[in-house]
């Protein structure tokens, strides 16, 4: 089973979140060959960047996994975060961030979300790193879609995923996440 983990930052986290980047990083260490996608939402490019959020896709074997990967994060219980949303992820297109091989040169990524009660649709595109449908962790519950996506700008990303009804997509600028290279 896939699920989703969004940790939506509290305000002023980010100097917690940088001193606990070890601790997160040994924690996601243990689960790094089920990461279907990982990485922080930010504020914007470049070194004055701070992280709004961080968001997992994980292939767990249940929902008390999901739970405890969820609320077992050095960051969640330090604080971080004002929310979590926790659910089940229906992974259509079947791969990782690592199997993205589209990338465009200045194009940024993007997290997509939209809280709509509905579900995936197929999508076509060759800026879609992720992409899948996203329900109550008991599994039947339509909450959703959500897409980590490639595009020139923020507005050309939502029209890859529109929210339908009165709900709006969430656009958050997104990066791939990890434990940085060291440096030689």
Request: aromatic content about 10%; hydrophobic content about 40%.
């Amino acid at each position: 089973m896939q699920f989703f983990v969004y940790g939506r930052d509290r305000p002023g986290a980010f100097p917690l979140k940088v001193r606990l980047s070890n601790e997160h990083w040994d924690f996601m260490d243990r689960y790094a060959d089920r990461l279907i996608a990982r990485g922080p939402t930010l504020t914007g490019r470049g070194d004055d960047a701070e992280s709004t959020g961080s968001l997992h896709i994980v292939d767990l074997p249940d929902r008390r996994a999901a739970r405890e990967f969820a609320y077992e994060e050095p960051y969640f219980r330090a604080g971080a975060f004002e929310s979590v949303l926790l659910c089940r992820f229906d992974n259509v297109l079947g791969h990782t961030m690592w199997d993205f091989a589209g990338a465009v040169e200045g194009y940024d990524r993007y997290l997509l979300v939209a809280l709509d009660g509905s579900g995936p649709e197929p999508l076509t595109s060759p800026h879609l790193i992720v992409y899948g449908g996203l329900r109550g962790l008991d599994g039947e519950t339509l909450l959703g879609r959500a897409a980590a996506v490639e595009a020139p700008n923020p507005e050309t990303a939502a029209a890859l995923l529109p929210a339908r009804g009165d709900v709006h997509t969430e656009v958050h600028l997104w990066s791939f996440g990890g434990r940085p290279a060291a440096s030689r």
